[in-house]
């Protein structure tokens, strides 16, 4: 018991020490550097950050509208519209589907002109004209309280198909897909229920939507739902869409479907040949989430950007391979990555961490 608990003791000891001295180890040996001049000033941000600023605030207002606070939903919507940040036509739509559902159908046929006139290219306009449409004959009409209950019901009624028959119910839940009254939240559901469909029809459902069906929205979740059918077809599809696709949102959630389907071979693929250095680091992060650690090693020797290089290190880490990334550690010349790979082995309650940290601490006896 007393060995035990010393042992305990020097390892917990090895870990603080290190903290502390990460960098002097890795340094140990190096000439001095001389003084170097100040850092000039950080530039601005990229726009891709305004772009995920616009991302965050639509998943925001979609969650008002599955709460039905229609009113915050179309405020929300519309300050992403308002900014053109990311997916501001979809935001345009779903503005114009809370106003419509408010009794404002004016506004929220202003709302659909604006779509159309602004974004005259965006897979929203099918669904843009069909809410148009249905928001023209309800016109003037108020708001109905029961069909907040009926979204409710046909909630309760597709999650009990998705138990018992999903098969019959087939033509059902295509027309609840198709309908402008209905939400995002219901026709998800929809969506997820004939992910679990056997039969071909709703399989064919599934992959229509997910090379883009219907609105872009949906084309994303039935996109990582090919990922949960899980067969050669829907990997198949994935792969195919991921090498024609130029939409990033699409291919995200692609490389999403690969690690649900936890498809290690194209994730490994695309963390290749993927220009886009912002789909290479996803493709890197899915890939260990998949499983996929001895490629990960693999790919870090031939790896030239240090952001995939921390990418790699990162899914080494959170995977808890510790060997793999003592192994790297011992073989980089480059201080940076080196002291990297370091500092994500201090976190580890491993006997290969531990030894390889006791190691550096005697280098400089």
């Known amino acids: 018991m007393i060995s035990v608990t010393f042992f305990e003791l020097t390892r917990r000891t090895v870990r603080i020490c290190l903290t502390g001295m990460t960098l002097a180890l890795i340094s140990f040996g190096q000439p001095a550097q001389p003084p170097q001049p100040p850092a000039p000033a950080p530039p601005p941000p990229p726009p891709a950050k305004v772009a995920w600023a616009g991302r965050d605030s639509y998943e925001r207002a979609a969650r008002e509208l599955d709460r039905k606070q229609y009113e915050r939903a179309a405020e929300m919507f519309g300050q992403v519209a308002e900014r053109k940040a990311a997916r501001a036509d979809g935001a345009l739509y779903w503005k114009a589907y809370a106003l419509s559902r408010l009794g404002r159908s004016t506004e929220a046929l202003a709302s659909l002109a604006d779509l159309e006139k ?13 809410l148009a449409v249905e ?62 469909g056997r039969s071909p029809r709703s399989r064919e459902i599934v992959t229509s939507y997910a090379k883009g069906g219907s609105n872009p929205d949906l084309q994303a979740t039935a996109v990582e739902y090919l990922g949960v059918l899980n067969t050669p077809e829907s990997r198949q599809a994935l792969a195919d869409l991921y090498s024609t696709s ?68 990162d899914g080494l880490a959170a995977s808890r391979k510790a060997d793999l990334l003592v192994e790297i550690a011992r073989k980089e010349t480059d201080r940076e990555l080196k002291r990297a790979a370091v500092e994500r082995l201090t976190g580890m309650n491993s006997k290969e961490a531990t030894a390889y940290l006791v190691e550096l601490l005697g280098k400089d006896e």
């Not at 602004?118 to 069909?130: E, I, M, Q, V």
Request: avoid cysteine; hydrophobic fraction near 35%.
């Open 118 to 130: 602004t974004y005259p290219k965006s897979g929203w306009l099918n669904d843009a004209r069909a």
């Open 246 to 313: 130029t939409d990033l949102t699409v291919k995200r959630a692609v490389l999403r479907g690969f690690m649900i389907g936890r498809d290690k071979e194209r994730l490994l693929m695309a963390a290749k040949s993927e220009s886009n250095p912002d789909l290479r680091r996803e493709a890197l992060h899915m890939l260990g989430a998949s499983g996929g650690h001895a490629e990960l090693a693999q790919l870090y020797p031939g790896e030239t950007d240090k952001n995939a290089k921390r990418a790699i290190l």
């Open 135 to 196: 928001t023209k004959q309800a016109a003037g009409q108020p708001p109905r309280p029961e069909s907040e209950e009926d979204e409710e019901l046909k909630l309760i009624a597709i999650n009990g198909l998705m138990h018992s028959d999903p098969e019959s119910a087939v033509p059902m839940l295509e027309k609840v897909l198709n309908s402008p009254k209905n939400g995002p939240r219901l026709k998800k559901r929809a969506l997820f229920v004939l992910a679990q």
